[in-house]
């Protein structure tokens, strides 16, 4: 589902990324802790190009860019067709409602009639626990809806696979289960996904394996008992050690 | 008052002194009177008579000769100079706006007579004295050459025609009626545009005529001259010890051909002239003192209709202003090199440039150099709409600038295009964002768009300064005037309001 060879961003004479390589099959759940500043936002955001690559190959679902060669914007466009996004900020649309922000790219982008894209949009929103905020603008809801919101805009583009980078950390501690909760259910219904987090309890909940960062390249991967249980690599063992088990 | 007050009588009651101070300051308010009253004795000690004109009058009357721009020459000026000696007294000459002479001369401005082709009508004689006239010119209407039909003003009814702005060709032509009047600053714009067809005729003093029809094959006389009038000096009023002296002298240089010669070397004299020397005043000059919020029913209905044109040409102004911005403020934040490059030469070029020359350019420039012969009113819409469009064009930007780097994200990573993302995520909250700003620009165009009254265009403005000049009422009817500007800005200003209120209820 996700192939990605020895992708490699430097930001000026700073290394982000060093020939990373990823595999990832068809509704597996992977997620990437790291340190700040390992890379693994990056990573995430050279999926779907919004940071551009100095080198590497990215297969995702049927698109393939080779990133040492200027990718054309239409096949930037393609590969992100494939790649949903969840941020960390949420970025829901603030002058359209719930039910907006969901409708908008379905309608404008793949431009089907917005009387069949309503009725996936509102079981979208069921599906996220929000049918009764339908009509509400993002400045009224909290945090916690507001993603739940963004996850239910993104699946409405019917991605392959949906890249989340950091989806609780700007989250007060008892609004990050509601999202959790939404995400447990999505990777149970076999949703490809890619997660960036430092969410330890949410890297336990939901992913079928988690590999480690560190300084542009992952230093330990595994199930998610062995990694976060029994931690094998020093930087990884350091990084449990202050991050407490979530 | 030369008693000395010994010191020991400062501790006498204070009353005692009062006789004597009473009398010092009757003194001093006598002599500060008589100094006012009598501006000849003024004029006599000072050795000087001060004559306020404006050096753009142009020839024959007073212009700078072609080889040397520190002199004035002109046939007013070597009047004044032949007037001032035949007083006694040396000239001196004081550059005044024409159109504020007169006011100038009413607030005790540093002239003490106006010498500027000021005409002896009942209207002016009720803003100031005036001499018994130094020269008589008539009406001239001015048309194309390549057009014989025209001999006389009738055949130019419902024609648009050009005039000074409150000058007695305009008052001729409102009085008869029926004419397109267009309304001129100066005496050289309107043979231009009557060169290039935006106008059929030019209605004007036979000096002016005579001037610019000299070596013009593209212009013609038109039928005899007629409506005679008369320029006289202008004297503030009550100054009647100055204004007899004034009359001896004009009437000593009518009779001993001193007139003649200055006129004839400036190619002014003529048979009618002779008229100076037994020209006798009119029985009874009716003077009348007009108030403008008195006769509202008269001026209101005008400056509305003067308003109606300032509405037209803001709103047709912003709409350009509003739609060209929000390209421009685009094209610079998104388009690639050289059309960005363009982008931010036009916004920095109409920033920094005056509006008043672009309005000149667009309006005259472009009809002489490219022969693109905008209406007046076209010319006043284009020049505050490419004007405006380049602040709107910043508004936005500002606004763009402000919408936050993940809405773009965002929208990018559901697979919009930039242009789509632009349009459906970015633009609605940044116009949002820009509205107030752009809505104040609205108002203050409002105001600014008095500025195209230089090009022949009956706004608000230019209307109050035309019924101001003629009736000497500038605070009535700039009451009025100020009244109606004011309800217009309210009236945007609460429309503004209203639509940021719904936009921002909207976006909660």
Known sequence: MITVEKLTKSFGSHRVLDAVDHRQERSESVVILGPSGCGKSTFLRCLNQLEVPDSGRITISDVTVDCARPVPREVQRQLRLRAGMVFQQFHLFPHLTALENILEAPVHVQGRPRAEVLDEARALLAQVGLSDRAGHRPSQLSGGQQQRVAIARALAMRPAVLLLDEPTSALDPELREEVRDVLRRLADDGLTMLLVTHDLQLARDVSDRIRFFHGGQVVEEGRPEAVLDNPQHPRTREFMGKTGGG | MPE????????????RGLPTTASILLLLLLSLVRAQADLWSEVQSR???????????????????????TRLVGFEVEFAEALAARL????????NNWDMLLPALRQGGNFDVVIAGMERTPENLAKADMSRPYFVFAQQLVVRSNNAAWQSISDLK???VGVLSASSSHRLLERLGGFDIRVYQDNVNYFRDLEVGRIDGVLTDTPIAQVNLAGNDRLRAAGAPFEPGYYAVAVPAGETNLLRRLDTAIEGLAADGTLER????YGQWSATQEGLRTWQPPVEVVRR????????????PMLLRAAVTTVWVTCGGMILAVTLGLALAIVKQYAPAPLRWMAVAYIEVFRGTPLLLQIYFIYFGLAQQLGLKLSAGAAAVLALGLNYAATEAENYRAGLLSVPRGQMEAALALGMKQRVALRRVLLPQALRISLPSVTNDFIAMFKDSSIVSVIALVELTKEFQIRAIDTGDYLGLGLMTAGIYFAMSWTASLGARRIERMLHHDHR
Do not use: C, M
């Open chain 2, 47 to 69: 050795g000087v008579l001060r004559w306020g004109d404006d050096a753009e009058g142009g020839a024959p009357y007073i212009y700078h000769p072609e080889n040397d721009a």
């Open chain 2, 289 to 300: 003192q007009r108030s403008g919020l008195r006769e509202w029913r008269t001026f209101l």
């Open chain 2, 262 to 265: 200055i006129y004839t070397k």
């Open chain 2, 158 to 160: 419902g024609k648009p």
């Open chain 2, 4 to 15: 000395r007050h010994p010191q020991t009588r400062t501790n006498q009651p204070l009353l």
């Open chain 2, 88 to 95: 006694g007294v040396r000239d001196q000459f004081v550059q």
